[in-house]
């Protein structure tokens, strides 16, 4: 079974720049998540998707931070315009219910450098 | 607010020894709890997940307790060995979301 996939792997942009990662879930999970991930810190959620609908996007940053899963199936997350403070690293993760019924399956995660 | 913690500081111990890794929450009572181990570069994997109603879980060399009164989770690696290396992280759940904690680091020295 493929597991999440998400690229590019590694960005490095200026500040004000703008960046865009994608993802692609595991084959039929119906959720799917963004976390930020700051060095040193554990991963902190900033979208969830239910099929094509958010279920919760409470942290998510909408001034710069906007994200989309159209036709239910692979996702994208942009920030526009980067600061220095979104360096982090970005991670996907799809469950096959809600979080709440048992594991997420993570990406690789996607690494972004604001200079 | 709600918070959950795990010790920041890094764990060392020597191979064959038991690693006792620990997470704490605070201000609420989460339906269930999830432990991740991350490797450096890599997205965490999940190992095990315990729910409000069970005390104990174990799998293979791995054990998770659940103490509602201390408000608190234990994670256990028994016969511990280099490849066990990584960070752990702890997240606590309600029905819509999944709370991460910052991770112990932990090192099994041979």
């Known amino acids: 079974e493929a597991g999440v996939a998400q690229s590019p792997r590694y960005k490095i942009i200026e500040k004000r720049q703008s960046v865009a990662f994608w993802c692609n879930p595991i084959?039929?999970?119906?959720?799917l998540y963004w976390y930020q991930q700051i060095l040193g810190q554990g991963p902190k959620l900033l979208i969830q998707?239910?099929?094509?609908?958010?279920?919760?996007d409470s942290q998510l940053p909408k001034d710069r931070f906007s994200a989309e899963r159209l036709k239910g199936v692979d996702s994208t997350l942009k920030i526009q315009p980067a600061k220095l403070e979104d360096s982090a690293v970005y991670l996907c993760a799809s469950s096959s219910g809600p979080a709440n019924t048992g594991e997420l399956f993570f990406g690789e995660g996607s690494r972004l450098t604001v200079l | 607010s709600q918070k959950i913690e795990q010790n920041s500081e890094a764990l060392n111990i020597q191979e064959g020894k038991t690693a006792t890794l620990t997470c704490n929450y605070t201000?609420?009572?989460?339906?269930?709890l999830q432990w991740y181990r991350q490797d450096p570069g890599r997205g965490p994997v999940f190992l095990l997940l315990?729910?409000?109603?069970?005390k104990e879980k174990r799998k293979e060399r791995l054990k998770v307790t659940f103490d509602t009164t201390l408000k608190q989770s234990l994670f256990h690696i028994t016969a511990s060995q280099p490849a066990d290396s990584a960070t752990y992280l702890c997240a606590s759940g309600s029905a819509r979301q999944l709370t991460f904690g910052s991770g112990t680091q932990l090192t099994v020295l041979p």
């Open positions: 998707f239910q099929n094509n609908g958010v279920v919760d």
């Open positions: 201000n609420y009572s989460p339906a269930y």
């Open positions: 315990i729910r409000e109603n069970e």
């Open positions: 084959s039929g999970h119906a959720t």
